[in-house]
């Protein structure tokens, strides 16, 4: 960003500026020191002020952008969009010089720009973001570009941002549950082999972000605990048991686990047999101590489960994680172990 330097003189600081002509307006794009920005910055929020367009802060998001900040390979490509007051601005020759004594309104980024205030930022992480402003905009062209920014914004397909966090090679929990679950996928060994959509155009009949959601609750729930050493997940011990339990369930009812149309190789059905796991754990566990349970032990415990009509409109009709809950407690019901009363 050489061509980007800053010169100060006489209570004006001088930038090397890219101007963009634009049918609303005409933006400039500036590179500035976190800290140094946000020192100069302000929020309205709509709430508060008829001439403010933004959300409330939240102090919570700050905080973890501020972590994230403090992380050694840390990028952070977007722009921060603002609008800057007429008397705090001259503009020449390829330049943009502003008024050491400014203020910044915030259209856009508030976290982002946030996460540099001492405030949040405990670690004092600091450096270069991008400023991207206008000069005296009125409130209704600072609601439309606030409102086209984040109203119209497509949020990114969840399989996708499990798939990401994989790519990325971070070691997040997210990160080691979506691995497994890609692991699943591709085992010609797992009953789950091919059946898992990991991308938006991937074919199967349940996705990668449903899996690895059903997961993420299994493990916070009292029985993860076995999985997780100081909140380090054993992933292998939870793919054997994973993998153990769904050919189990595969090998109980093959023509339903054969139909991609059948609720048990969606969503409900998946959701419901992981909101069991616990309980069919529990029943192992009290049969052959704490190992991990082979595909025979699991067959053993479920048998009654073959039995079960997964056609049924009663079952058909459920959704959402409600309905699997619903279906899990039949299904406990069906094997005779553990569990709550349906509907509960």
């Not at 203020?103 to 976290?111: A, L």
């Not at 439309?144 to 941002?161: D, H, M, R, V």
């Not at 049969?287 to 053993?300: H, S």
Request: charged share 30%; net charge negative; proline share 3%.
């Amino acid at each position: 960003m050489q061509n980007l330097k800053t010169k100060e003189s006489s209570g004006w600081v001088r930038f090397k500026a890219l101007e963009a002509k634009q049918p609303g307006g005409t933006l400039y794009t500036i590179v500035m020191k976190g800290k140094d920005l946000v020192s100069k910055s302000r929020v309205l929020t709509r709430d508060k002020d008829d001439e403010g367009v933004q959300r409330i802060l939240s102090k919570a998001r700050c905080r973890r952008i501020a972590r994230f900040y403090a992380m050694d390979d840390t990028l952070l490509p977007g722009n921060i969009v603002s609008t800057i007051d007429n008397n705090d601005v001259r503009i020449e020759d390829g330049h943009v010089q502003i008024s050491k004594d400014f203020i910044n309104e915030v259209i856009d980024g508030q976290h982002r720009l946030w996460g540099f205030d001492p405030e949040y930022n405990e670690q004092g992480t600091d450096f270069d973001v991008i400023l991207t402003f206008l000069i005296g905009a009125d409130v209704q062209t600072k609601a439309k570009l606030f409102y086209k920014i984040n109203k119209e914004q497509k949020k990114i397909n969840p399989s996708l941002a499990y798939d990401l966090l994989i790519v990325m090679g971070s070691d997040e929990l997210k990160a080691e549950i979506a691995k497994v679950v890609q692991d699943l996928n591709e085992d010609k060994e797992s009953a789950f082999y091919g059946t898992i959509k990991i991308r938006e155009t991937s074919e199967g009949t349940i996705s990668m972000a449903t899996m690895a959601h059903k997961i993420e609750q299994f493990l916070k729930g009292p029985m993860g605990k076995r999985f997780l050493d100081r909140e380090e997940l054993n992933k292998q011990v939870l793919y054997d048991v994973l993998r153990n339990y769904f050919t189990a369930v595969k090998n109980l009812l093959p023509d339903a686990w054969s139909d991609s149309n059948c609720i048990l190789v969606k969503s409900l059905g998946c959701g419901a047999l992981i909101e069991l796991l616990p309980d069919v754990i529990s029943e192992h566990t009290s049969r052959n101590g704490r190992t991990v349970p082979t595909v025979k032990q699991f067959v053993e415990i479920m048998k009654p489960v073959s039995s079960f009509d997964f056609y049924d409109q009663e079952v058909t009709n459920l959704g959402g994680e409600k309905g699997q809950r619903y279906l899990a407690n039949l299904l406990v019901e069906e094997i005779g172990i553990g569990g709550f009363e349906v509907g509960k």
